[in-house]
T-cell receptor, first 113, second 114 residues
């Protein structure tokens, strides 16, 4: 079993839809949770960073962490065609120089105009 | 701020040659840099972690003699793929971390070994 599971999709939605992206994980020691956006042939770009459980909102993006269920989510409101990309979840046990990131496989999202 | 560059962006080489990829943090000092490998439609796999001025720490299964990493300064790390073979063809991405805990990723280097 992979440490981090993420449905690769692809996920196709109409413009303006609410998008829900999810990851599950098995390592209860993970404390730091991130979502990255990666456009084709580019490096990942950090979207959201959360510590422990709870919600965090930034513009159209909301990240949720449920440590009891080992489940994290990223919601995108009013999705735009420019949101079309691959979304990677990542998590680590600790911060500092030993904070190795474990990535999910990535979910490919397509927002159709 | 927090820009990481990689050079070259694409490289095509013959089997048996060595290829060097540079990773630079342009506007911050990176105490730690990471090298990842990504196959098509797959996740990023950490290859090694390097701290400035010390030897890199390689992940299990990564050949340290094949993937040479040098972190000579707080703004530059290099990955050299020695005696490259077609199976080394991949997308190589570096990331850099400074005083905060956030990793900032470079744009990646696509290596094709013929």
């Amino acid at each position: 079993q992979k440490e981090v599971e993420q449905d690769p999709g692809p996920l196709s939605v109409p413009e303006g839809a609410i998008v829900s992206l999810n990851c599950t994980y098995s390592n209860s020691a993970f404390q730091y949770f991130m979502w990255y956006r990666q456009y084709s042939r580019k490096g990942p770009e950090l979207l959201m960073y959360t510590y422990s459980s709870g919600n965090k909102e930034d513009g159209r993006f909301t990240a949720q962490v449920d440590k009891s269920s080992k489940y994290i989510s990223l919601f995108i409101r009013d999705s735009q065609p420019s949101d079309s990309a691959t979304y990677l979840c990542a998590m680590s046990e600790r911060t500092g120089n030993t904070g190795k990131l474990i990535f999910g496989q990535g979910t490919t999202l397509q927002v159709k105009p | 701020g927090a820009v990481v560059s990689q050079h070259p962006s694409r490289v095509i080489c013959k089997s048996g040659t060595s290829v060097k990829i540079e990773c630079r943090s342009l506007d911050f000092q990176a105490t730690t840099m990471f090298w990842y490998r990504q196959f098509p439609k797959q996740s990023l796999m950490l290859m090694a972690t390097s701290n400035e001025g010390s030897k890199a720490t390689y992940e299990q299964g990564v050949e340290k003699d094949k993937f040479l990493i040098n972190h000579a300064s707080l703004t530059l790390s290099t990955l050299t793929v020695t005696s490259a073979h077609p199976e080394d063809s991949s997308f190589y991405i570096c990331s850099a971390r400074g005083l905060t805990d956030t990793q900032y990723f470079g744009p990646g280097t696509r290596l094709t070994v013929l």
